[in-house]
């Protein structure tokens, strides 16, 4: 069964109706009602970190971040939304071939004249395989869909990659105020609540400190992560955290919990 849809040359939802509904009125009002919990901030942020995983887990946690994007003026018009590659192995920076990615609230196009120019560099390459199934990039789009507007999007499926060539990446295609960088990451995975408090507290503060040497145990998104404070560092980038929870607190279960947090990042 296929994610794209050769006619629309379209990426389908992949896991819509699993990770968040696949009604769009209830989608909205779920959405709506995480963003109406989250408080607002006067400060534009140039990039934000988010979790990625069910809404019922992490959603109120990726509100935090997204909050801070409703009403912006100027507006955002491009989004560069990357994500760790969970399920294909992915030597570098994956971008799909497609035209758009689809969702049950509207169609979302991707940015093709800056995606080619992204292809033209090193570790950066085109393939749908590790896109087709991928959740850390399409459970985003609902949330920017109803914040945004009208966007475009620059998907990036990252594996294998130093933080040299996320910063490379991110820095070709950073622009003015009418873009934004969401980076797509849980944090720690299968600890006991106790465990994953204490070591999300760590990363939330390397993080806020900008360090660029997360590894696999800290986040799944380490790579992003790294790459993104690296250039956080050299553009002289301010780091807030904004929401640190884990699915222990978002579901109840505390036995074996997934971190989540929510950051922004300000100035440029």
Known sequence: ???????SR???PAVAGLFYPDDPYELRALVQRYLDAAPASAARPKAII???AGYVYSGRVAAAAYRQLVGLDPPIE???LAGPSHRVPVEGIAIPDVAAFQTPLGSVPLDLETIGR???LPHVYSSNQPHRMEHSLEVQLPFLQMTLGEFSIVPLAVGDAAPSVVAGVLDACWGGPETLVVISSDLSHYRDYAGARAIDSDTA???VGRADNLDDEQACGCR????LMRLARRRDLEVEALDLRNSGDTSGDRSRVVGYG???LYGD
């Open 1 to 7: 069964m296929t994610s794209i849809d050769p006619a």
């Open 10 to 12: 379209a990426r389908l």
């Open 50 to 52: 988010v979790p990625h």
């Open 78 to 80: 491009r989004v560069i």
């Open 118 to 120: 992204l292809l033209e």
């Open 205 to 207: 503060q390397a993080i």
């Open 224 to 227: 992003l992560l790294n790459g």
């Open 262 to 264: 929510a950051f922004a």
